[in-house]
């Protein structure tokens, strides 16, 4: 009977562990639970070669854009359209036309030319105080004014005559530069209008370091204000046409020192030819998408 039972327990016992098939591991297998990632350390800012006290508030350099985008063809409705943000200032612009003038009114262009024209609503919740602006706001009709006399040199308007191009601005949200962000946008939607113009309109600001009451000789310019520099600091805006030199669009509005105002003048040229690389990139890109489209 012993040896019956013996039997009996071998053929119930299982498969015996020490004829495991070979590439099984039988070895007991260990995991350490309280183990802990290693400790990343951050890298230093290289300041060998500029010193973190000549940095501005957001961290940009004196010479640096802060960061731009634009989209074109936003608006299926319009002739022509573009988005445009430079650093927190975002722009919608719409272009209308060309389009044949009116019978009643003083609409369409006088003799053989387009007449352009420019609208601009600033949204309440735009800047940091909510207010309704009036319908003759002498900020937004200088603003009009300046932007509408930019693109009549600038369009061929001798090819569309007793016509008219009416461009719309929508500005929602302000943060500086505001005055070159609607020259961008525009420029960008007149090109999606199919308009022809001599060269890309681009613009930008520039300012100084230091107020005139302070009357600092060594101050520094600065390239693309925002809305803190803006309030604490003289600064301009320019635009030019292209890649070139040419000042199309000269606007100041605070008190500067004359031996200062050519360097800011300098640094705002040398931004608009930024601007414009970034601002080709963006049609080039239209292009190419529309070209792909049309292969289909």
Known sequence: MRHGEEHRENNFAGPNPAKALPHQNTTPQHYNTTQQPPHTIPMPLDTSTYSLALLRLDGRRWNELRRLTAQISTQASA???????????????????????????????????ALVTVAI???????????????????????????????????????????????????????????????????????????PMRDYICACTAGSTSSYSSNDEQADPLLDLNTMEEQELPFLTVATLGLSDNVSVLV??????????????????????Q???ILDNVVRKRGVKILEGSQL
């Open 79 to 113: 002739d022509g359209s573009s988005y445009l943000e430079m650093g927190n200032t975002k722009v919608i612009c719409t272009v209308t036309g060309p389009a044949e003038a009116k019978m009643t009114g003083t609409g369409g262009g006088a003799g053989d030319k």
């Open 121 to 195: 609503s600033i949204a309440g919740f735009s800047g940091v105080d909510r207010k309704r602006r009036a319908r003759n706001d002498k900020r937004v009709s200088e603003m009009q004014t300046t932007i509408a006399e930019a693109f009549c040199e600038t369009l061929f308007t001798h090819l569309y005559p007793h016509s008219t191009i009416a461009i719309s601005l929508h500005v929602l949200s302000q943060d500086g530069s505001l005055l070159a962000a609607c020259l961008n946008a525009c420029t960008l939607a007149l090109i999606d209008a199919g308009i």
């Open 252 to 273: 100041m509005e605070t008190r500067v020192q004359v031996g200062r105002l050519e360097g800011m003048l300098a640094v705002g040229v040398d931004g608009c030819k």
């Open 275 to 277: 601007v414009r690389e």
